[in-house]
């Protein structure tokens, strides 16, 4: 089976497992914030290739600490 091109909103909040609700989504869009739509009518779906852009934007680098380098007594 192929990945769909777009999503309702619905399905968004399921492919996040429920961390953006369709609530969510419609403030978003409200404040033109959060994932590109497509508007058709009074339809509106999001397109998979564009909540994979956003999601990716999404992701928070960390930094390896001291402590988890074994470094966690040594002083510069």
Request: glycine share 6%.
């Amino acid at each position: 089976m192929t990945e769909p091109l777009y999503l309702t909103p619905e399905e968004v909040s399921e492919r996040f497992r429920g961390a953006i609700s369709a609530g969510t989504l419609a403030n978003w869009r409200a404040m033109r914030v959060g994932p590109a739509f497509v508007k058709i009518g009074k339809s509106i779906v999001y397109p998979v290739a564009d909540l994979n852009q956003w999601a990716n934007q999404q992701t928070v680098r960390c930094h390896a600490t001291n402590r988890l380098n074994g470094k966690e007594h040594e002083q510069s």
